[in-house]
């Protein structure tokens, strides 16, 4: 089945450090990758997407590129701020399929960026 | 502009207690689906639906029930409630099958505590 690995947390950084936060998937099929950010008491916000091989998504500072050859979805921001103090969640769903609405998140990762 | 609305946003049960969850989305998606999420975890999916009538079990549906008569809601029912259903639940729509966007709309989540 389809599989979402991110990197543990907590990952805590200073304000203008650079982020990566790393994610692998196993599909069977031909996913579209997701990062989505929460927020403390909010729910999940969609942050970027690739739906196909060597697709970048991008928004906010934030960019990941949809990796076939490795498996992965790296997330990545140049100069991180207070704001960006969040948990992120990587995500695959298999458009291919009649599952294309079923996602598969990984386990999260908390950010902590300190002034 | 209301997007997807869950009630309600805390509630603390006894043991053997039921309750509905409600989730209603606004912006006609036909795809709805409910997730748990517990600390290193990720967000686990319990029920899904593909439109009004139509619904499936997810990768942990006991103890849940779903139902979906209209397009807008998709309530969720814990029959019997257990401390082992402590956990925060998010309820997400999705627009509709590729190549329409897939990505999920989640609402502000429910956190369950049971005693």
């Known amino acids: 089945g389809n599989s979402v690995t991110q990197m543990e947390g907590p990952v805590t950084l200073s304000e203008e450090a650079f982020l990566t936060i790393n994610c692998t998937y196993t599909?069977?099929?031909?996913?579209?990758l997701f990062w989505y950010v929460q927020y403390p008491g909010e729910g999940l916000q969609l942050l970027l997407k690739?739906?196909?091989?060597?697709d970048k998504g991008s928004n906010k500072g934030f960019e990941a590129t949809y990796r076939k050859e490795t498996t992965s979805f790296h997330l990545e921001k140049g100069s991180v701020q207070v704001s960006d103090s969040a948990v992120y969640f990587c995500?695959?769903?298999?458009?291919?399929?009649?599952?294309?609405?079923?996602?598969?998140f990984g386990a999260g990762t908390q950010v902590v960026v300190t002034p | 502009n209301a997007g997807v609305t869950q009630t309600p946003k805390f509630q603390v049960l006894k043991t053997g207690q039921s309750m509905t969850l409600q989730c209603a989305q606004d912006?006609?998606?036909?795809?709805m689906s409910w997730y748990r999420q517990d600390p290193g975890m990720g967000l686990r999916l319990i029920h899904y639906?593909?439109?009004?009538?139509?619904?499936d079990q997810g990768e942990v549906p006991n103890g849940y029930n779903v139902s979906r008569s209209t397009t807008e809601d998709f309530p969720l029912r814990l029959l019997s409630a257990a401390p082992s259903q402590t956990s925060v639940y998010f309820c997400?729509?999705?627009?509709?099958?590729?190549?329409?966007?897939?990505?999920?709309?989640f609402g502000q989540g429910t956190r369950l505590t049971v005693v």
């Open positions: 997400a729509s999705s627009y509709g099958r590729p190549p329409k966007n897939t990505e999920a709309f």
């Open positions: 599909a069977t099929g031909y996913p579209s």
């Open positions: 690739a739906t196909k091989a060597d």
């Open positions: 995500a695959l769903s298999d458009p291919t399929t009649d599952s294309w609405g079923k996602f598969q």
């Open positions: 912006m006609n998606h036909e795809y």
């Open positions: 639906s593909v439109g009004a009538g139509i619904t």
